[in-house]
């Protein structure tokens, strides 16, 4: 069974461009989350989609967006780029509720904004 | 608001046995308790989930006391190979949206 899968694995931006990251969850698990992990505030969750609908969502501003595909496939997007907003952007599948379960992660993306 | 606390880091020697605990003072009454490792580079990687009282696998425990406002995580006969980051994992739920809290990790040093 193929794991998580993110894409790109590393990039770099410029302040005020925006990104997309891309992540395809373990075949049959509908559950898709993020995380921002950063050495200055740990690992903290942006939100979670299930069926294409927007679950949950952490205390982000509005230029972290996120989808989810009928395939079960996640975007999230961030724009107007921050020098802050370098970091470590990792998901989770999972086949039900978030915290019932096992989270299976991805590598991540890293993304460094200059 | 749900919060967790952990030791920063912690220093051992392989074969001893590693507690490592988390405090989570307002978690939830239907929540559960998880813990991951993290190796450089690499995303979070399940290692145990409990409930109450003690839950074993085949890498760990988890005791969790009655009132379930803190958790130990239990690696017996640590090795080199057990150097990485722990995190505990509860959620907290805010009117009708729910988030995992992750702990600030504890920093777990196997020596030879």
């Known amino acids: 069974k193929a794991g998580v899968t993110q894409t790109p694995r590393y990039l770099i931006k410029t302040r005020g461009q925006q990104v997309t990251l891309s992540c395809s969850p373990i075949?049959?698990?509908?559950?898709v989350s993020w995380y921002q992990q950063t050495p200055g505030q740990g690992l903290q969750f942006l939100f979670e989609?299930?069926?294409?609908?927007?679950?949950n969502k952490g205390n982000f501003p509005g230029r972290f967006s996120g989808r989810q595909f009928s395939n079960s496939r996640s975007e999230m997007n961030v724009s107007t780029l921050e020098l802050g907003d370098s970091a470590l952007y990792l998901c989770?599948?999972?086949?039900?509720?978030?915290?019932?379960?096992?989270?299976?992660f991805g590598e991540g993306s890293r993304l460094t904004v200059l | 608001l749900a919060k967790t606390t952990q030791p920063i880091s912690m220093d051992s020697y392989e074969g001893q046995e590693v507690n490592i605990t988390c405090s989570h003072n307002?978690?939830?009454?239907?929540?559960?308790i998880t813990w991951y490792q993290q190796f450089p580079s690499q995303g979070p990687r399940f290692i145990i989930q409990?409930?109450?009282t003690k839950v074993t696998n085949e890498v760990a425990s988890l005791f969790i006391p009655a009132d379930r406002k803190s958790s130990t995580l239990s690696l017996p006969r640590v090795s080199l190979s057990d150097t990485a980051v722990y995190y505990c994992?509860?959620?907290?739920?805010?009117?009708?949206?729910?988030?995992?809290?992750f702990g600030s990790g504890t920093r777990l040093l196997v020596r030879p």
């Open positions: 989770a599948s999972s086949a039900g509720q978030q915290n019932t379960g096992e989270l299976f």
């Open positions: 075949s049959g698990h509908r559950s």
């Open positions: 989609y299930f069926s294409e609908t927007q679950r």
């Open positions: 307002n978690i939830a009454t239907n929540d559960y």
């Open positions: 409990g409930y109450k």
């Open positions: 994992l509860v959620g907290d739920k805010l009117d009708s949206s729910y988030k995992l809290i």
